[in-house]
Nanobody, 125 residues
């Protein structure tokens, strides 16, 4: 049973930083993808970043490119999202999502992922 647990959210001032973690258990870690999404109240879930598990290919939305950086610790089955130069518009609930298949086309779509974490709140004000 695949489970994802996010942590690291909190409240920061504009310009601050946070480092989100996504711990993944219950699957054959080492392949597939992890996506990061965020959702502000009253808005649709928005794709933020994509990590290729065990690989080096990363993708970022235009809104966070140059400010957010992903990384992974394969020994701990954990993916990180370092968020720098935070803006008020970065506020929202952040989710990590798992795709076990080894290819992905529509990484921006929530439906491309099979498993989701419960989310961690990020507030920038």
């Amino acid at each position: 049973h695949v489970q994802l647990v996010e942590s690291g959210g909190g409240s920061v001032q504009p310009g601050g930083s946070l480092n989100l973690s996504c711990v993944i258990t219950g699957d054959t870690y080492g392949r597939g993808y992890v996506g990061w999404f965020r959702q502000a109240p009253g808005k649709e879930r928005e794709w933020v970043a994509l990590t290729s598990i065990g690989g080096s290919a990363s993708k970022y939305s235009d809104s966070v490119k140059g400010r957010f950086i992903d990384s992974q610790d394969n020994e701990k089955n954990t993916v990180f999202l370092q968020m720098n130069s935070l803006k008020s518009e970065d506020s929202g609930m952040y989710f990590c999502a798992r795709r076990l298949r080894t290819h992905i086309t529509y990484w921006e779509l929530p439906t491309s992922y099979e498993y989701w974490g419960q989310g961690t709140q990020v507030t920038v004000s």
